[in-house]
């Protein structure tokens, strides 16, 4: 009789065993929540992104905007030239933090079929993003 030792698979057991930490981006462009759509708009092209992460009178994390929410957002009927991201944003959240396994990380994001999600601190600022690969 052969003892033979199985191993999970690399893919399933690096999801499990690395951090948010290990795997998010640097936070890219941060705007405050009074910008309106429109020039929130304009800074995401300029700086050829594809998201802003949006954060309020004290520099903490409210959340994250995409160019399709904004465009969205833009095209609607309810939109005007004074709808600012406070608007568009609603509650606060979701974030991660950066201990949270990748494992759980991915469950949510598909969960709420997230593309990106704002990683904070426990006060609550921006350290980072992770976005799911393309």
Do not use: I, K, N
């Not at 309020?56 to 095209?75: F, I």
């Amino acid at each position: 009789m052969t003892l033979v030792q199985m191993q999970p698979s690399s893919a399933h057991a690096d999801l499990v065993q690395r951090t948010v930490d290990d795997a998010m981006e640097a936070a890219g462009p941060q705007v405050c929540d009074d910008m309106t759509v429109e020039v929130a708009l304009a800074v995401m092209a300029s700086a050829r992104a594809d998201h802003l992460l949006v954060c309020d009178e004290d520099r903490l994390c409210t959340g994250l905007v995409t160019s399709a929410q904004l465009t969205t957002v833009r095209d609607s009927a309810a939109y005007t030239d004074r709808t600012r991201l406070r608007d568009v944003l609603g509650d606060r959240g979701p974030f991660t933090s950066p201990m949270t396994t990748m494992a759980e990380a991915d469950h949510a994001m598909r969960y709420r079929r997230l593309t990106a999600l704002p990683v904070v601190d426990e006060q609550g600022s921006a350290l980072g993003v992770l976005a799911l690969s393309r």
